[in-house]
């Protein structure tokens, strides 16, 4: 008996395995597109990325809308983990590498949310999420989501904003000690711009015996311990003294009405020798203008950041807050002015009296303050 061979087409085998290969071919292709959509179409971008346990940082993967995300233009971004970082505010760098340590640490979920400088120049504040995964080799892996939070910050700025302008109203409303309300304004406003130290001053005196005095001042508790007691004391002994007309930067801004923000005041041709201090830095010296436009008090801040001055600035912060404060400075001076009326008005009264004996005595009102 012949033996029966089942002979099997080959190109029928063919045919049927590339049928098989392009089913899942096209099964693959729909799910990636499934992917894609997915991934450009949540409110941020998700990302992958490595930190290793010598603390480097590697970013595996990040969503399709990163270019946009990030103004970027070329698709090789999305693994070029310096690039990305570069682009982190200089001011957030740090605390950017400290959260995700701490976070790395403890093997915890992380959130962080900073500024970020695109290539525009605009300033975006991105939210971090992600969840850590440690792996064999002691390296953790991180998958999370980023999301685009700058008009929920700049919300929050103008809620604070407007409310440090409330607070700073109120207390002028209600309370008359202008010392007080001076104080207030400036604690807030040192902490806001990330000073070292800050003052008010007030303008008295007329013409060429004008003299800026220091209504209050702040000076940080980092100052202090970097340039030691005796010099923050020779600081405050020249601020006390008074600074007469003519000597410093600060009669320039009383003069034109506009601010002055000075890079390097230590080495700056009009600033007060007694102030050259190394610690000293940059000086961004503030009008107080009464209803009138006359400057009748000055706000100096050494800022560490003048990006954060220049950003108050166009909020209008700074100079919304020297209005206010110019209303109590006028105010103040007003009863100072009342005071000094009712003290004459009570001495020719009594004058009058000594003189004429008591039946002709004449009762003249005090003045009352407003």
């Known amino acids: 008996m012949t033996a029966q061979h089942l002979t099997i087409p080959i190109s029928g085998c063919n045919q049927t395995s590339q049928k098989q290969k392009s089913s899942k071919q096209a099964a693959l292709w729909q799910s990636q597109k499934k992917s894609r959509h997915l991934l450009a179409n949540i409110p941020g971008l998700s990302y992958q990325f490595l930190l290793r346990k010598d603390g480097s940082l590697s970013f595996l993967f990040l969503s399709p809308t990163f270019q946009e995300f990030f103004e970027v233009e070329s698709p090789e971004m999305e693994m070029d983990t310096e690039s990305l970082i570069s682009m982190i505010h200089p001011d957030d760098r ?58 929920h910050q700049q919300l929050n700025a103008e809620v604070e904003r407007l409310s440090f302008l409330l607070g700073l109203t109120e207390r002028l409303q209600s309370s008359s000690d202008l010392t007080e309300i001076a104080e207030f304004a400036l604690n807030y406003l040192v902490s806001a711009t990330n000073c070292a130290f800050g003052d008010v001053k007030v303008i008295k005196g007329t013409d060429e015996t004008s003299q800026a005095f220091t209504l209050t001042n702040y000076i940080s508790g980092e100052f202090v311990a970097v340039y030691g007691e005796s010099a923050v004391a020779e600081i405050e002994t020249v601020l006390q003294r008074g600074i007469p007309k003519g000597q410093g930067v600060l009669w320039q801004v009383v003069e034109t009405g506009q601010p002055a923000l000075i890079k390097d005041y230590a080495n700056h041709p009009n600033s007060v020798s007694a102030l050259r201090h190394p610690g000293i830095g940059q000086i961004c010296i503030f009008p107080i203008p009464a209803t009138d436009g006359t400057v009748i008090g000055v706000m100096t801040l050494e800022s560490r950041n ?42 020719t009264s009594q004058q009058l009296r000594a003189g004429q004996g008591t039946e002709f005595a004449i009762d003249i009102p005090l003045v009352q303050a407003k």
Do not use: Y
Request: hydrophobic residues 45%; contains cysteine; proline residues 2%.
């Open 94 to 151: 740090e605390d950017f590498f400290n959260s995700i340590a701490e976070a790395a640490g403890m093997l915890q979920s992380w959130r962080w949310a900073g500024r970020f400088i695109l290539p525009s120049k605009q300033i975006k504040w991105i939210q971090w999420d992600a969840q850590p995964s440690l792996q064999a080799n002691g390296n953790i892996f991180w998958n999370g989501l980023l999301v685009d939070v700058t008009s």
């Open 306 to 347: 003048l990006q954060r001055i220049e950003d108050a600035l166009k909020q209008d912060l700074l100079l919304a807050a020297c209005r206010i404060l110019g209303v109590g400075i006028e105010r103040a001076k007003d009863r100072e002015s009342l005071q000094r009326a009712n003290a004459v008005l009570q001495s």
